[in-house]
């Protein structure tokens, strides 16, 4: 993969060449980054006619981002919300446990930890019980969606991702899933699982792409904009 530069009034637009057919654009959180996936061989003056026909969506994306107000950090004490399958919960802190745990119950997720924890003790704790969650959650819809569609995964990975919900490696047909899925409604996840599965069929955003999306999943679009909120 190659990097190119261009610009548009100013603003930095990285390009990333790439084995696909298509152009895709990118604008990325939280300060509105520019970024291109573009064919290998496509000429830098075809980018730039692309990147002009784009401009307003470009200057108007960047605008909302900039307008937003940015979220303050998590904390992880007693009183703050965190999310669980698309629901909010009150977080408990209870210290000076023996044994370190989650539970969730009547809309609050008790945390059971030891004395003095930091911040960081508290959200490692946390990340792993989410973690143990889509664990848990998931060997039932691969099942589901594997045979469905037709594909089998080679091996599913967990991660915290900053810019995506999910990657599919088609050559190892390695799929990465991000792990604040498990914080959004169970559709969700079961969407970007199956986007990912179905990379194993048609690995760009083409139309074949979003035929198989439409004919597996018909509801999906909805489902993104749910992702989204």
């Known amino acids: 993969m190659t990097k190119n530069f261009l610009e548009l009034d100013g603003i930095p637009i990285e390009i990333l060449r790439k084995p ?35 401009r307003t969506w470009i200057l108007t994306q960047r605008a909302k981002f900039k307008t937003q107000t940015p979220k303050l950090p998590m904390t992880f004490e007693s009183g703050e919300q965190h999310e669980f399958l698309g629901k909010k919960y009150t977080l408990i802190i209870h210290e000076d446990m023996k044994h ?30 989410y973690r143990q969650q889509m664990k848990e959650h998931l060997p039932s819809l691969i099942s589901k969606w594997e045979s469905r569609i037709g594909v089998k995964a080679n091996s599913w990975r967990i991660r915290v991702m900053r810019t995506r919900w999910g990657s599919c490696n088609t050559l ?35 139309r074949r792409f979003y035929t198989f999306m439409d004919q597996f999943l018909p509801q999906w679009r909805d489902i993104k904009v749910l992702l989204t909120q």
């Open 20 to 54: 696909i057919k298509n152009i895709y654009f990118r604008i990325y959180p939280p300060d509105g980054d520019v970024k291109i996936s573009a064919p290998l061989r496509l000429h830098l003056n075809l980018i730039r006619n692309q990147i002009e026909a784009k």
């Open 100 to 129: 370190s745990k989650i539970v969730i119950e009547d809309g609050y997720i008790h945390c059971y930890i030891k004395s003095q924890p930091t911040p960081a003790d508290k959200q490692k704790l946390l990340e792993n019980w």
């Open 172 to 206: 190892k047909k390695r799929i990465w899933l991000n792990l604040n899925l498990i914080k959004k409604p169970s559709e969700c996840l079961e969407y970007v699982l199956v986007h990912e599965l179905i990379h194993l069929l048609e690995a760009s955003h083409n």
